[in-house]
Nanobody, 123 residues
Framework: QVQLVESGGGLVQAGDSLRLSCAASGSTVGTYTMGWFRQAPGKERDFVAAISSSGAGTYYADSVKGRFTISRDNAKNTVYLQMNSLKPEDTDVYYC????????????????WGQGTQVTVSS
């Protein structure tokens, strides 16, 4: 079992930066692919970024490529999402997720989820 807790969300202005953190407990996440997803009320949960267990592979949605950076510190059991040049359309609840071994953008395949952190970007 893996428990995930996101933090770092908040209210910022367009152009600002935020760094989200996802702290894992219950099991080492060193063998898990970690992903970030986001969801607006009434909409599907969209892929944002993923990072392989070693950190060697990173993957991004086209909408955030060049602005967001996913990273991980396996010694701290923590995954980060650095978000720069934020836009109002980035406003969503951001979720951290974990899946063992497989690298995927499909939210339905992730086994473990955090409760989410709200990111609001004002224009």
């Amino acid at each position: 079992q893996v428990q995930l807790v996101e933090s770092g969300g908040g209210l910022v202005q367009a152009g600002d930066s935020l760094r989200l953190s996802c702290a894992a407990s219950g099991s080492t996440v060193g063998t898990y692919t970690m992903g970030w997803f986001r969801q607006a009320p009434g909409k599907e949960r969209d892929f944002v970024a993923a990072i392989s267990s070693s950190g060697a592979g990173t993957y991004y949605a086209d909408s955030v490529k060049g602005r967001f950076t996913i990273s991980r510190d396996n010694a701290k059991n923590t995954v980060y999402l650095q978000m720069n040049s934020l836009k109002p359309e980035d406003t969503d609840v951001y979720y951290c997720a974990a899946i063992k071994y497989v690298v995927t953008r499909d939210s339905r395949q992730y086994n473990y989820w955090g409760q989410g952190t709200q990111v609001t970007v004002s224009s």
